[in-house]
């Protein structure tokens, strides 16, 4: 690889948002970014565990704070703007990737259960990126990435709610690219696959190891993701590697939906 083509990938001088950045797929996009140079601000619900994830990232050499963000709190997204825009003072890269899954049939969906799932996956993604567009605007390097899911492709019976939200969320990335690429604000979603975090697997080790199988089974590569492997495809994203890339849903899904 060229000197070009290799610093197209990093993404020094940047500051990268990424919500829901304790664990996970959050937490491995986090320590991503800051190991290609950005800056990065990772949210959790509880401040000092968002400190202490950060903390990890600072060991490891990289620029990392680690702030307080509840998507389920009415408002949260506005004081998360502010902090930003107050504390950090600039933005280039926001990842919208906390989210929350509650499994059910939907002939026994609670109401409650549903506004959870669309005020934390979709109205707070939506609301925090409209509280963050005034900094990003100001960025060279703008945009904004959306993870989404599978399910919001090919809907998955025992989650239907959960992948109802993504979809919204797919679809939202996409007028929101319409909208907002004519003002410099490149916006993607990137669709993992079935990967190994907190959200799917099961705490009991004999049902972990059946589940994974079975996951494993649904896609040609006979395997789930490891976070990493998520996270990489959102650098590529986020970075000028992808300065042609905007409306986009990247799917990493080891072929799930081929
Ligand atoms: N794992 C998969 O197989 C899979 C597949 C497709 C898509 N995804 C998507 O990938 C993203 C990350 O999922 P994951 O598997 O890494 O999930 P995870 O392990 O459950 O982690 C979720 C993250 O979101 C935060 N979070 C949870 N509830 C929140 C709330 N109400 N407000 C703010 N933050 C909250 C958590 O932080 P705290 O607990 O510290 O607050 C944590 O950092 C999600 O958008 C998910 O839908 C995952």
């Known amino acids: 690889m060229n000197d070009a083509s290799a610093s197209a990938f990093r993404l020094d001088d940047r500051v990268a948002l990424v919500t829901g950045g304790t664990r996970g797929i959050g937490a491995a996009i986090a320590r991503e970014l800051a190991g290609a140079g950005a800056q990065v601000v990772l949210t959790g619900r509880d401040a000092r565990i968002a400190e202490s994830a950060a903390a990890d990232l600072r060991a490891e050499g990289a620029a990392a704070r680690g702030f307080a963000y509840d998507a389920g709190q009415p408002g ?73 899911a599978a399910g919001a492709q090919a809907p998955m019976a025992g989650i239907g709610a959960y992948c109802a939200s993504k979809a919204a969320l797919v679809n939202l990335t996409r007028t929101l690219a319409k909208e907002w690429t004519p003002l410099g604000i490149r916006v993607n979603a990137l669709t993992p696959g079935s990967t190994a975090t907190d959200m799917i697997l099961p705490v009991d080790a004999e049902r972990r190891e059946r589940f994974v199988a079975e996951m494993a089974a649904q896609n040609p590569m006979n395997r789930i993701a490891d976070p990493v492997e998520i996270a990489r495809a959102a650098r590529f994203l986020v970075s000028d590697a992808a300065s042609y890339v905007t409306g986009h849903v990247l799917v990493a899904d080891g072929g799930l939906l081929a």
């Open 76 to 148: 949260a997204w506005s004081r998360l703007a502010d902090r930003i825009a107050g504390e950090v003072g600039r933005l280039d890269v926001l990842v919208n990737n906390a989210a929350v899954l509650r499994p059910h049939v939907v002939a026994r969906l609670r109401e409650e259960e549903f506004d959870e799932l669309f005020q934390v996956n979709v109205k707070a993604a939506l609301f925090l990126t409209k509280a963050l567009q005034p900094l990003l605007q100001a960025s060279a390097h703008a945009c904004v990435l959306n993870i989404t």
